[in-house]
């Protein structure tokens, strides 16, 4: 598994994409099972970030092997990296109709739906991750951010206390629960944790400390939300 790249979302800016670099298990074109290999040099290019030359590659392997589910799913990727969110949304879908049912490939497909403002779809996908990779703290912490988008804040707040229990060290994710905790109205929960994360030097504990500060009567997420389009 390979870091690849991030988006920044506006609730924090800690959502990762991860990406199946070469080996992953999908059916074959005959219906069976079979360890899949993506190019080498067209997964390399990936590696370098070098986008254009991995799609111009992974379109070459997949007009010999139109139905490895692993090319479809890079090329997606690289697609994405460059802008082009209805081509990479494509490709994911593709490659789990070829049967290729990773956690990493439902996270990117929900991101990339989150991108283009369609929470439903990304909900679904990223309800998906949280099934296939129950373990990684990055599914349940972007399908937290999605929730809290829909106002859904019971189901992020459940989310993200489990991205917490995985990753307990990771503030970006204890600063989101802090976050979830003032937009359900628990302010003193959530400024404890932004006091200790402030003495730990985390400088958006000390920036929604001092949203908090400015509350008066109003919903904090109203005046978040003030601040950062300010």
């Not at 504990?205 to 919903?219: D, V």
Request: proline residues 3%; aromatic residues 8%.
């Amino acid at each position: 598994m390979k870091h690849c790249s991030s988006r920044i979302s506006e609730s924090v800016n800690i959502i990762t994409l991860l990406l199946t670099v070469l080996i992953a298990t999908a059916p074959a074109a005959s219906g069976g099972t079979k360890d899949q290999v993506c190019n080498v040099a067209a997964d390399y290019m990936l590696g370098l970030e070098n986008y254009p030359e991995a799609i111009r590659l992974h379109q070459q392997v997949l007009a010999q092997h139109p139905y490895n589910a692993l090319a479809r799913y890079h090329l997606g990727f690289a697609y994405g990296m460059m802008g082009h969110s209805s081509e990479e949304i494509d490709e994911y879908q593709k490659a789990v109709t070829l049967g290729l049912h990773s956690w990493d490939l439902f996270l990117n497909l929900g991101l990339a739906y989150a991108a283009r403002g369609e929470l439903s779809e990304a909900a679904k996908a990223l309800e998906h991750a949280t099934l296939l990779g129950p373990e990684r703290p990055e599914t349940h912490l972007n399908l937290a951010l999605i929730y809290e988008s829909q106002n859904k804040l019971s189901n992020a707040f459940k989310e993200i206390t489990i991205a917490r229990r995985l990753s307990p060290e990771d503030r970006d994710i204890e600063n989101t629960r802090a976050i979830f905790c003032a937009e359900m109205g628990d302010l003193g929960c959530a400024r404890d944790v932004w006091t200790h994360l402030a003495q730990a030097g985390y400088s958006p504990a000390r920036a929604n400390l001092a949203i908090l500060g400015r509350l008066g009567n109003r919903p904090f997420r109203a005046v978040r939300t003030a601040a950062r389009n300010y």
